[in-house]
C-alpha cells in the first residue's frame, strides 16, 4: 500500500536560515512517482517537483533542493536561506505508475521568521 | 487559460441539505480529481474520473456523488450535508494518469452547521 510520513507538522526557523522538510514514503512498486506541493497562506496548492524512482539525482532550482534517496525511501525537501514568502504548508506526495491517484502526506507547515 | 476554477469559494450549509461544488479546466485535461482537505491533514482523494463518462471512488467517497458527462467539467455533489464534510474541497487535472502533475485549483471553503 501506498503512504506518505512527514513526520514533522511544524517547523519555525529565523529568515535566511536553512531548512529541510522531510518525507519519507512506502511503496511496493518499482515505478513510482514523487511530488512537492506547497500551499501558502493563500490556500492554493502550487506543484514544485516530480521525480520519477528510477531518477536519484539530486535535484536543485534556485534555492530550493530536493534530495532523493531510494535506500532509506526518503524525498527530503531543503530550502537555503529561506525568507518570509517561503512560509506554506508543504505537501510530499507519492503515486504508483498503475496507479491513476496521488497520495499526499499530511504536510509540513513552514514558518519563517523575520 | 483559466486552469482549474472552483466555484463556489466558500459555502455555508444546514445539516441535510444539498449541493453542488463547480469545477471547471480549460486545458483539456483528461484526468480530473476531487480531494478534500481537513484542518491540519493532507488531501484526501474523494473521486476520480479518467475521461467523460468515467468515474471511479478514492479514499473516502462516502456521502459525495460525481458526474463527468464533458472533458470541461466535473462536479462534486453532496447530498445530505452533515457536519463531517465541514472542509476544504480542491479539484484538480492532469493530461495524463496519476504520475503527471496535478494542477489544482483554489478550493472551496464549506462549513457545515
Known amino acids: 500500500a501506498q503512504k506518505v510520513t512527514q513526520a514533522q507538522t511544524e517547523i519555525s526557523v529565523v529568515e535566511k536560515e536553512d531548512v529541510t522538510l522531510d518525507c519519507v514514503y512506502e511503496?511496493?512498486?518499482?515505478?513510482?512517482?514523487l511530488f512537492w506541493y506547497k500551499q501558502p497562506p493563500s490556500g492554493e496548492l502550487v506543484f514544485l517537483i516530480r521525480?520519477?524512482?528510477?531518477?536519484?539525482q539530486n535535484e536543485i532550482s534556485g534555492r530550493y533542493s530536493w534530495n532523493f534517496q531510494k535506500s532509506t525511501s526518503s524525498f527530503n525537501f531543503t530550502i537555503t536561506a529561506s525568507q518570509v514568502v517561503d512560509s506554506a504548508v508543504y505537501f510530499c506526495?507519492?503515486?504508483?505508475?498503475?496507479?491513476?491517484?496521488?497520495?499526499f502526506g499530511k504536510g509540513t507547515r513552514l514558518h519563517i521568521l523575520p | 487559460n483559466a486552469g482549474v476554477t472552483q466555484t463556489p469559494k466558500f459555502r455555508i450549509l444546514k445539516i441535510g441539505q444539498s449541493m453542488t461544488l463547480q469545477c471547471t479546466q480549460d486545458?483539456?485535461?483528461?484526468?480530473m480529481y476531487w480531494y478534500r482537505q481537513d484542518p491540519g491533514m493532507g488531501l484526501k482523494l474523494i473521486y476520480y474520473?479518467?475521461?467523460?463518462?468515467?468515474?471511479d471512488k478514492g479514499e473516502v467517497p462516502n456521502g459525495y456523488n460525481v458526474s463527468r458527462s464533458t472533458t470541461e467539467d466535473f462536479p462534486l455533489r453532496l447530498e445530505l450535508a452533515a457536519p463531517s464534510q465541514t472542509s476544504v474541497y480542491f479539484c484538480?487535472?492532469?493530461?495524463?494518469?496519476?504520475?503527471?502533475?496535478?494542477?489544482f485549483g483554489p478550493g472551496t471553503r464549506l462549513l457545515v452547521l
Open positions: 484538480a487535472s492532469s493530461y495524463l494518469r496519476g504520475p503527471e502533475t496535478q494542477y
Open positions: 511503496t511496493r512498486d518499482t515505478t513510482y512517482y
Open positions: 521525480r520519477n524512482s528510477f531518477d536519484e
Open positions: 506526495a507519492l503515486s504508483e505508475a498503475r496507479d491513476d491517484k496521488i497520495i
Open positions: 486545458m483539456n485535461h483528461n484526468y
Open positions: 474520473s479518467v475521461g467523460a463518462g468515467i468515474t
